[in-house]
């Protein structure tokens, strides 16, 4: 029977993940993308209520999604479902898919009025890719919106930078 050599290493890393513990939290205040930069929101944790300022980006145009930062006053940060995103929430595509949908019926819709009263002066076919255009550029991608009750995990910064620092290796 072979040996595994690999299931060390896994146990390793699934025991170190396990070492950073990820404190369950409610939001006590609205949080969104589209506030301002600097708005103040709480957070209660069983271990006591922190509070902090947003860092927003609101939604622009029809593929710019929306994304929101937490930063704390105190010592903890928000645990990143990613590990590239940086403690950044985004909002999903399912906004983007319905204006999609969306602007293609009314670009069909606007195609079927202009059909009547559009006579010789120019074919209603073209009335689909201005609509569509027209609509694509009038709507957002989607913000975030974070609503009291909404779950965080909160990881404190001593342990979360500790854990995830390698140590420093001499190169003598």
Same mark, same amino acid.
């Given at each position: 029977?072979?040996?595994?050599?690999?299931?060390?290493?896994?146990?390793?890393?699934?025991?170190?993940?396990?070492?950073?513990?990820?404190?369950?939290?409610?939001?006590?205040?609205?949080?969104?993308?589209? !506030?301002?930069?600097?708005?103040?929101?709480?957070?209660?944790?069983?271990?006591?209520?922190?509070?902090?300022?947003?860092?927003?980006?609101?939604?622009?145009?029809?593929?710019?999604?929306?994304?929101?930062?937490?930063?704390?006053?105190?010592?903890?940060?928000?645990?990143?479902?990613?590990?590239?995103?940086?403690?950044?929430?985004?909002?999903?595509?399912?906004?983007?898919?319905?204006?999609?949908?969306?602007?293609?019926?009314?670009?069909?819709?606007?195609?079927?009025?202009?059909?009547?009263?559009?006579?010789?002066?120019?074919?209603?076919?073209? !009335?689909?890719?201005?609509?569509?255009?027209?609509?694509?550029?009038?709507?957002?991608?989607g913000d975030v919106l974070l609503?009291?009750?909404?779950?965080?995990?909160?990881?404190?910064?001593?342990?979360?930078?500790?854990?995830?620092?390698?140590?420093?290796?001499?190169?003598?």
């Amino acid at each position: 029977m072979k040996k595994i050599p690999h299931i060390p290493l896994l146990f390793l890393a699934f025991a170190a993940s396990l070492s950073l513990r990820a404190e369950t939290c409610k939001l006590q205040t609205y949080a969104s993308s589209w !506030m301002a930069t600097g708005t103040p929101f709480s957070v209660k944790c069983p271990s006591g209520d922190y509070s902090g300022h947003l860092v927003s980006t609101p939604a622009r145009r029809f593929f710019r999604r929306g994304h929101l930062m937490l930063v704390f006053d105190q010592p903890v940060v928000l645990r990143p479902k990613k590990e590239g995103d940086e403690g950044k929430i985004v909002a999903g595509r399912t906004r983007q898919i319905t204006n999609m949908l969306v602007g293609g019926g009314v670009s069909v819709g606007s195609k079927d009025l202009v059909d009547g009263i559009s006579g010789a002066v120019f074919k209603s076919g073209y !009335m689909i890719p201005i609509t569509g255009v027209a609509f694509a550029f009038f709507t957002t991608g989607g913000d975030v919106l974070l609503k009291p009750g909404y779950e965080l995990q909160i990881i404190s910064r001593e342990e979360r930078s500790s854990k995830s620092v390698p140590a420093s290796t001499n190169g003598n």
